[in-house]
């Protein structure tokens, strides 16, 4: 399996920016995905979660800010950010794994695979 983040990268706060992680060699057609991020000095924390069925699952800080969507097509996950806060700014790591719960989890141990992850910062 392979996760390929793009999409990172320096804006101001209120700015927005999409991220895209582009996914190959999963083997089943049914699987959840999601975004994580690790602020520095902080633990990696679930942001959105998305699974093939179109349930999805949102962190209360981003909720009407940041939207998590699957192009199928393309096989590729993205996260819209909107209205960024300085407290966004972190490495951002896409992950996939089985569906095990509905709406998908935002708990990290439940996903077997993980990008490489890509740095987002947020300037106040």
């Known amino acids: 399996v392979q996760l390929v983040e793009s999409g990172g990268g320096s804006v101001q706060s209120g700015g927005s920016l999409r991220l895209s992680c582009a996914a190959s060699?999963?083997?089943?057609?049914?699987?959840?995905m999601a975004w994580f991020r690790q602020a520095p000095g902080k633990k990696r924390e679930g942001v959105a979660a998305?699974?093939?069925?179109?349930?999805?699952a949102y962190a209360d800080s981003v909720k009407g800010r940041f939207t998590i969507s699957l192009d199928n097509a393309k096989n590729t996950l993205y996260l819209q950010m909107s209205s960024l806060k300085p407290e966004g700014t972190g490495l951002y790591y896409c992950?996939?794994?089985?569906?095990?719960?509905?709406?998908?989890?935002?708990?990290?141990?439940?996903?077997?695979?993980w990008g490489q992850g890509i740095l987002v910062t947020v300037s106040s």
């Open positions: 992950a996939i794994g089985e569906i095990l719960f509905v709406p998908p989890t935002l708990v990290d141990n439940a996903f077997e695979n």
């Open positions: 060699g999963y083997s089943s057609s049914s699987y959840s």
């Open positions: 998305i699974d093939s069925d179109g349930n999805t």
